[in-house]
DNA sequence: TTGACATGAAACCAAATGATTTCATAAATA
DNA sequence: TATTTATGAAATCATTTGGTTTCATGTCAA
């Protein structure tokens, strides 16, 4: 019950609004932490522990490159978290399918 | 800055693998409180509660009916949390043509 | 090699979260 | 009407989370 996903790191990611204002900065350019951390009023160590959320839920790729650390969107984060919501939309339009059928046999019948 | 969204109530309900079990339940039928419940190793309280999470992230809709409470897929709250990460991956691929004309442009000057 | 710079790591703290138990209320049923 | 049934609400608790400060480490540059 309730299955250990790999999705579960990503969707716990996205949860919290600063790591998704991260993302939305890393989708335009990559960047290093201090670079994150410019863009908000908390301590670097803040940022860095965002970051390394974002990474364990593949939402980002981090890149060592001499002292620096380049972050990097990756897709795949979001897009385990695009298929399991399609995965639910699947389901809801078979639902509605169904109800149409249900209604149209109804009209058939009187 | 971290804009507070509507959005926001729909990420943070879908943090819960609790929560998204739950979404698939009920991507399948409607259920009360009760139903829902008894497919968990917890307490309907605690259900409840996770029920008016997912309510306030527009993900289910709730509808009295009688003593009894329906709780209905809304694709809402799905939807929101859909279009912001197709907002991401807009500007993403943005940035991957940009790359590949640069490379292109990098080709044709040598 | 010395110093500045980018980051990692650990200890710590307040607040939020997920769960429980207990009690209250309202609606269906015998 | 009396009783069961479905839920709401409040108090409580342990754990997780998001943040801080402090200190250590490794790398670039003068």
Redesign the pocket.
């Known amino acids: 019950m309730t299955d250990p996903n790999p999705s579960d790191h990503a969707f716990?990611a996205l949860?919290?609004p600063?790591r998704r204002a991260i993302v939305a900065l890393l989708a335009e350019r990559d960047m290093?932490?201090?670079?994150v951390a410019a863009n908000f009023?908390?301590?670097?160590?803040?940022v860095?522990?965002?970051l390394r959320?974002l990474e364990a839920g593949a939402v980002i790729r981090?890149e060592a490159?001499?002292?620096?650390?380049i972050n990097r969107l990756d897709p795949a984060g979001l897009a385990a978290v695009r298929h399991w919501i399609e995965e639910i939309d699947r389901f809801w339009s078979a639902r509605l399918g169904q109800l149409k059928d249900a209604i149209e046999a109804e009209d058939n019948d009187g």
């Open positions: 716990r949860a919290d600063t290093t932490i201090g670079d009023a908390m301590t670097r160590p803040a860095a522990k965002h959320i981090v490159r001499g002292r620096e650390r």
